[in-house]
């Protein structure tokens, strides 16, 4: 019989890291599930335990409690190379002394000997380096050089590949073209993958599911979308983007906002706090007399323009604005603000 809903191919349990005892934890009771394929981005600001987290799946930090399980079995108890996870790195780790080919060939202990040269050059086809296989790693590019690596790491056939800021070192437009040629590769290979960020436009692109992480603690784990449209709390309705926070008086799929009747996602009573997303208000210039804001200023950023207005009297007083490209107010033209969307309630 099949089994319709197999072990996850990777599952943390309550996993929790104190690296001295008068410091809080760097990681606390982080659980989640990865199946086989998947690709999750770990996302959250500087500090906040997402390398802890990736050194204690791979083996290379002791948990101090919690449990790191594989195909359903704990393990904690072995050694980091017993794990056959593959580890990339912000800064490349390619040994400085070998070429190319040989970097690659490196990890790919289980390989016959005698395919080693051949196979290693069929990763670096994968990853587009095929004519760069006598190279040392300093005749070549950061974005290169990256692709190098994570040719080394999927040719050692790890069964989990842990991405930790890859594409920090890069320059904007190498990092764009770099994640999106890395996230074709993982897939083709069937790869399962954890990327750690701090760069929401990256995890938002390059993951299926998206855990967003504040304080050693996993606060919410989704895909994208849900993740960027119907955010939890303040943090991650901030984190993900800008947002407006507006707080509202619930009844029902209804509420007065500061802004006037609202329509919510779902469903509340009394006093709640609702996020509004600048994409998710309109803004429209309007006679002073029919007005209920007026512009700061205007960020004109090509396909839009992103504006900051303030209104009389309520709170918040300033509110952030995606407007199109053709929406065009200067800074103290009294102007209309219409949320569009429904808001998104948080908690606590
Ligand atoms: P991130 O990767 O999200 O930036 P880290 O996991 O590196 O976060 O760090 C989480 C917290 O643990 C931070 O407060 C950091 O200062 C602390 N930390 C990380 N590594 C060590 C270490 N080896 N010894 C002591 N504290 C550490
Ligand atoms: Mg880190």
Not at 53 to 72: C, K, N, Q, S, Y
Not at 279 to 284: F, Q
């Amino acid at each position: 019989m099949q089994n319709a809903d197999p072990a996850p191919l990777l599952q943390l349990q309550q996993l929790t890291k104190r690296y001295r005892a008068e410091d809080a934890a760097a990681v606390q009771d982080v659980s989640f599930d990865l199946h086989e394929g998947e690709i999750l981005a770990l996302l959250g600001p500087s500090g906040c335990g997402k390398t802890t987290t990736l050194r204690m799946i791979a083996g290379f930090e002791t948990p101090d409690a919690g449990d790191v399980l594989i195909h359903g079995r704990s393990v904690l108890e072995l050694a980091p190379r017993d794990r056959h996870i593959g580890v990339v790195f912000q800064d490349y780790a390619l040994f400085p002394h070998l070429n190319l080919l040989r970097n690659v060939m490196f990890g790919m202990q289980q390989v016959p000997r005698a395919q080693r040269a051949e196979r290693a050059r069929e990763w670096l086809q994968l990853v587009g380096l095929a004519t760069f296989a006598e190279r040392m790693p300093d005749e070549l590019s950061g974005g290169q050089q990256q692709r190098a690596a994570l040719a080394r790491t999927l040719a050692a056939e790890p069964r989990l590949v842990l991405l930790d800021e890859p594409f920090s070192n890069l320059d904007a437009a190498l990092r764009e073209s770099t994640r999106i040629e890395v996230r074709q590769l993982l897939k083709k290979a069937g790869t399962t993958a954890i990327l750690v960020t701090h760069d929401q436009a990256e995890a938002l692109s390059f993951a299926d599911r998206v855990g967003v992480m504040q304080a050693g603690r996993l606060c919410q784990t989704g895909t994208p979308e849900t993740v960027y449209h119907v955010p939890e709390t303040a943090f991650v309705a901030e984190f993900l983007g800008h947002t407006n926070l507006l707080p509202c008086l619930a009844q029902g799929r209804q509420a007065q906002s500061p802004l006037g009747e609202i329509n919510l996602s779902t469903e509340a009573q009394g006093e709640v706090m609702v996020s509004l997303r600048p994409e998710h208000l309109s803004l429209e210039a309007s006679p002073a007399s029919d007005a209920n804001c007026e512009v700061i200023s205007r960020e004109f950023r090509g396909h839009d323009n992103f504006y900051r207005v303030q209104t009389a009297g309520t709170t918040p007083a300033e509110y952030k604005v995606l407007a199109p490209y053709d929406c065009v107010l200067p800074a103290g033209a009294p102007a209309r603000l219409t949320p569009r969307q429904p808001g998104v309630i948080l908690r606590g």
